[in-house]
């Protein structure tokens, strides 16, 4: 026989189940139906006609689109290394020191998080327009006006993240490894680091998955030359929907995602030691 | 915590990169913009700075103000529609049972993985004339009208079903930032309401209140913290969205953002899309400030 529901098990109700259920239909209705419809036969996206791969295949030879694709890739890549640096310098700056303007600073270093993308993307748009950045680049180069702009957005995140990190830390150990001789340089490496390493992964995710998911500060960035995917997906879609662009979706989608559970992974066990 | 002048090497080391990033690639060309809204166009190319004020006088004519308070409105729109469709989601994973939450939260953060724009993409496929949602509609209104049949009834309903117009409208535009934006809600709710001192509710439900009065007087209130957070997380990229109103609006859902992304890449007129940027901005202030005079005044009653 069931228990009774009691009056905190929201879960075993029926309205809510019902509520949580037509959210995540809602959520992932979308994506479901995108993906399935990227093995569709029919090039009008509209009606079931037969299970096809050709459209990987076709995104797969489409060579705009895997370079479009690989620069994406980069650009997350390299974005999140210096976002990892810049920010978790920055938060063991703002943990460790008095200094002053500290405020301002920290204020200063929140507002890419809260201003709109859009007034950031214009802004930087201008600022490259003015300042003659090089084009014509060669690879990953070219890439450096997009890279930027990520790692303007991503490092406050990761600063934040490690900074709540620190609030946890025993500054004693820094001492007693001073104490016991080692320098600066080493204590940073052998004591402080390794205790930064959780939050330093968790931001590193989070710039990742940000840099993955932007569009607004990618386009207005990239100059012409520098296809990127999120504005090639974009122009194919203003062009014309073929069940192309959601092969080529799916392929990211499936990317992100395994990315970040396999991140997600390899965090869970230094959870323990931290 | 140590006086940077102890070590003022170890103190630049680290905040000098990030100082020096934060003041080169977002000071320095937002400053860039702040001028450009109060300069005059010289040339095709040039602009020159006048200390003017008929940018921000041109973007406070009707045509633009219009647009602000459209985009305001649809911004204040969907962040309600976030909250009311995220509390009872963030309070179910609140108290599920605890093998349950972690999937659950995993599935509300899984979307946010995926690009904006594909997401956005996907919206399209479900809201336009022989998308999905019209399909499912169109099911529900056939079955219905069998069901009138017997009943005679049926002549109620229509001879056919008409696709309803559900892309290229402002509707669309608001379920579109409700699906991009809703995991940005139930996070923070989530957060706080995880934090909130269960006997407290239990309190209130054994001293007679009903459930809804509890959930009223007693969740809410605790849980405001979250809510504020939540709404603006909803309500900035709201705010600011233009990709979502490009590609779900019609020609009558142009959002302040679709302006000043004109001004910028199409229209070149520099200081009108800078003084609307900045304008723009400094409503995200205003927003920003609301809340940290709320949570100033919260402390104050606290303490």
Redesign the interface.
Known sequence: MRSPIG?????RRTW?RL??LA??V??????V??IA?SFNKSKR??VWTGFTTDWYGRALNNSSLIEAFTNSIMIALVSTVLSV???G??A????????PGKSV?DG??A??I???????G??????YA?VGWPTGLPWPLNLSQVI??H??FS?PFV?VVVRARMEGFDRSLEEASKDLGAS?WQTFWNVTLPYMKTGLIAGGLLAM?LS?????IT??TSGPETIT??VK??SM?RQS?TPE?NAA?TI??VF??AL?LVALKFQKPSEGVG | MENWRQQPWVFLTFIAPAAFWLLLFFLIPLGWIWFFAIGEREGPVDIVVTWTMSNYAEALQPIYLQLFLKTLWIAVLSTAICLVVAFPVALAICFAPSRYKGLLLLLVILPFWTNMLIRTYAMIAMLRQNGFLNDGIGAIWTAVKFLLTPVGLDGLMGERFEPLALLYNNTAVVMGIVYIYLPFMVLPLYANLEKLDRSLVEASLDLGASQIRTFFEVIVKLAKPGIISGIILVFIPALGTFLISDLLGGPDSQLIGNVIERQFRAANNLPLGAALSFLLLYLTFIALALRAWYAAREEKADA
């Open positions: 009056p905190l098990e929201f879960t809510v509520w949580l959210v995540f809602f959520l992932y209705a979308p994506i139906v995108l419809f996206n509209i640096i810049l920010g310098l920055l063991l700056g703002l943990y460790r020191f008095r200094f600073l200063v270093s507002l890419p809260v201003i709109p993308e859009i007034c950031m214009v802004a930087l748009l201008v600022f003015r930027i702009g790692v303007v490092f600063a600066e998955t993955l998911d932007d569009f607004v386009f207005f995917f999120p997906i974009y879609v929907v662009v979706s990211l989608i992100t995602v970040t």
